[in-house]
């Protein structure tokens, strides 16, 4: 059972104690309180865990503090969807909506290599009005001599540079979570030119020590990466472990399942679970068509597999695009096989929106079958 307390709800309001009070005297019953910070107000959450099924729904919205009682399934408590659960959807940062109707470009490196190529991508980012990129810094690997990306020594100039070019948000792995203290450290040194969602790679969704530390800061928004090779439904668990632990600002990122099937692309691509995501979450969703498709082979149409790839997550809904582009694939360290061109990056983004504006005049065909 969830309750909703009345917006701006004081700890210390007597409101508050009273119902705290009947509360904490329901038999078998714990309480788990969830702050969620919205643009004009703070909304309490309240979760009662344990058997819930003998309390009175009724008897709870007449406490004093309780807005609104839900019954909520054991899955996915917080960023789950409920029924006749209005909660909203997503949230705001850097002055930019993240939600399930909102869509974001974030093209860039797969890793960031030097300040000539990071800059060149930057200054196209601006020229083609992109506010977002994807920088990895900290690069999980398969082998252990492979390059494992610059880490915390590149932070502040691809921070200054973000900046300069009017970049206000980077996706940013992370694998450790001393690199959340690195990357506050450097954003803190140079005077927070930019926004960091801090992204959970497809080998990391079942960390749950590095899941907790992310989702104890509140300070950056997490991205998390589908697992490859595990079911979606225990990926969104992996999501909903940020959430428990305080940062419900997630989105969740489709990027293909491990799969000799999936050839002659590097992963089967998964784009038709987007609205499955979003029936079952609140979250926005988010597709990787670069580490999925993971090739720059053309179909005999002229179009791009990764291209063709992206239109698919897009007309389905897909509210954030993960994608890799390099000044010079050649030079990349990382993933040069599968970049995009900086020359391809006016044609991209076109192509999307063509792939968007079909969306909406579906949305709009089925608008009365809408919930
Ligand atoms: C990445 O986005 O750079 C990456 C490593 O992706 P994934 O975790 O999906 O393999
Ligand atoms: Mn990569």
């Known amino acids: 059972m969830l309750l909703i307390l009345h917006p701006d709800t004081e700890d210390t309001s007597e409101a ?18 969830h702050l969620v910070q919205g643009q004009e107000q703070a909304l309490t959450e309240i979760y009662l865990i344990g058997n819930t099924s003998a309390l009175d729904k009724s008897e709870l919205e007449a406490l004093p503090a309780v807005e609104r009682a839900i019954k909520i399934s054991e899955d996915y408590r917080v960023l789950g969807r409920h029924r006749d659960d209005k909660r909203i959807s997503g949230f705001e940062y850097q002055g930019l909506r993240f939600d399930q109707e909102t869509l974001h470009v974030f093209a860039g490196l797969c890793a960031v290599d030097n300040p000539k190529n990071v ?52 996706a940013m792995e992370v694998t450790h979570e001393n690199h959340i203290r690195d990357i506050d450290e450097a954003l803190e040194k140079t005077g927070n030119p930019t926004g960091v969602i801090l992204q959970i790679g497809t080998r990391n969704t079942q960390n749950f020590e590095l899941l907790k530390a992310i989702g104890k800061q509140t300070r950056h928004p997490a991205l998390l990466k589908r697992g490859y090779g595990i079911n ?38 998964d784009f038709a679970q987007i609205p499955a995501v979003k029936r079952l979450t609140r979250m926005p969703v988010c597709i990787d068509p670069s580490h999925s498709v993971g090739t720059r082979e053309r179909a005999p149409d002229g179009v791009l597999d990764l291209l063709h790839a992206t239109s698919q997550g897009v007309i389905a809904g897909a509210n954030m695009i993960l994608v890799d582009f390099h000044p010079n694939p050649k030079e990349a360290l990382v993933d040069g096989p599968q970049a995009l061109l900086l020359s391809e990056l006016d044609r991209f983004l076109k192509d999307v929106d063509i792939a968007r504006q079909a969306y909406i005049a579906r949305k709009n065909l089925w608008a009365d079958a809408a919930q």
Request: aromatic letters at 10%; a positive charge.
């Open 16 to 33: 508050y104690r009273i119902t705290l009070d009947f509360l904490q005297k329901l038999p078998g019953i714990k309480i788990k309180k």
């Open 119 to 170: 800059e060149a991508m930057m200054a196209a980012l601006r020229d083609n009005g992109q506010q977002c990129t994807r920088m990895g810094a900290y690069k999980p690997r398969t082998s252990p001599y492979a390059f494992q990306g610059h880490g915390a020594s590149c932070l502040p100039w691809v921070f200054e540079l973000a900046g300069k070019y009017g970049i206000k948000v980077i």
């Open 232 to 269: 979606l439904s225990e990926s969104l668990n992996a999501a909903e472990y940020l959430a428990s632990e305080g940062n419900d600002r997630v989105i969740f990122c489709l990027r293909g399942m491990k799969s000799d099937y999936g050839a002659p692309h590097r992963n089967m691509v």
